[in-house]
């Protein structure tokens, strides 16, 4: 047996003992996707996190996630393997600048894209992931201000196909940003066949020439139900595992090598085994903030 499959052993070995699920995020390594007992995108695995009966949950994913995990199932015990996997994105708005904001719109509606902490959440009415954003904003009465937080290329694709006005907070993510147009012009020279699949966190100019804009759970469903061969995909490098892993005989081409999310990148299969044995890291949202944070995600689970 070599040693990556030592470790795996280990860790479902311990993982039943501690009984415990591991969640993990479709951006994480591919050795991490498979040993978790599920991966998926932001929606889905916060679902699962509220639906799982194990004691224990390991988080291979970002704070914001594991915190969200937290939030839903205060009773369990949520671990983050690596307590530096952050989201730079989420630490781009505050609380002060957030309530500074509502002072200046105090009738608005507040949306916040899951990529947030708890302590903004606290401060939203309803929640939304990439998947959701166009039927949360479709919830809230016409005519009423919407601020969207913080990422300003999904608030500004979700602003235009929802046709609704939206004070967008001036956020991002550093890994799409990397993502060009000029690499996806010159990607669609080379594959002229291809489909190009994007994320909303992209650059609006990118979104712009896409054949579609997707979460990454839409992008794996995309993939598997057409009957194209080949993809162009526009987002964090992660993905393209899955996506050759399901649909083998299809070609996948990332529009950007440079789309690699550090954090998440953090996530290695020492740290799982490591975060099982020692019990750590433990993300807990603070008793006196939970139901202020709740809130704007439960909303947004219980939309159909
Ligand atoms: P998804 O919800 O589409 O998986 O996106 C999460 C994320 O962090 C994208 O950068
Ligand atoms: Fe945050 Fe971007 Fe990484 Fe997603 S890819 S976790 S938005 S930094």
């Known amino acids: 047996m070599n040693e990556v499959e030592a470790i795996k052993e280990k860790i479902l070995h311990l993982k039943k ?44 994913g970002v704070h914001f996630m594991a915190e969200t995990a937290s939030l839903l199932c205060p009773d369990k015990i949520v671990l983050l393997p690596d307590e530096h996997a952050g989201c730079p994105m989420a630490d781009m708005v505050s609380v002060e600048d957030l309530r500074e904001k509502k002072r200046q719109s105090p009738e608005a509606t507040v949306v916040c894209y899951i990529n947030t902490s708890a ?61 060009l147009a000029q690499d996806i ?71 950007s090598e440079q789309a690699i999310c550090p954090n998440m990148k953090l996530i290695t299969l020492e740290k799982v085994l490591w975060s099982l044995e020692e019990m750590v890291v433990q993300v807990r949202v603070p008793d006196e903030l939970r139901d202020r944070a709740q809130k704007p995600v439960q909303k947004m689970l219980s939309l159909r």
């Open 119 to 179: 302590a903004v959440k606290a401060e939203c009415d309803i929640c939304c992931t990439s998947s959701n954003a166009l039927k949360v904003v479709a919830g809230i009465p016409e005519g009423k201000p919407i601020i969207f937080v913080p990422d300003r290329y999904l608030g500004a694709y979700t602003a235009a196909h929802s046709k609704r006005e939206m004070l967008l907070w001036p956020g991002y993510c550093p890994t799409h940003q990397r993502i």
């Open 185 to 255: 012009v010159k990607l669609k020279q080379a594959y002229p066949e291809a489909k190009v699949i994007v994320h909303p966190e992209c650059r609006s100019d990118v979104t712009a020439l896409a054949d579609k804009a997707l979460g990454t759970g839409g992008m794996l469903k995309y993939a598997r139900e057409s009957a194209d061969r080949e993809f162009i995909i526009g987002t964090e490098i992660g993905l393209i595992y899955r996506l050759r892993k399901e649909n083998p005989s299809k070609i996948f081409i990332p529009a």
């Open 17 to 60: 003992q501690r009984d415990a699920v591991i969640l993990a995020h479709n951006y994480q390594l591919g050795e991490v996707q498979d040993i978790a007992d599920f991966v998926g995108d932001s929606l889905d695995l916060s679902q699962k996190a509220s639906q799982t009966d194990a004691r224990v949950i390991v988080f291979c």
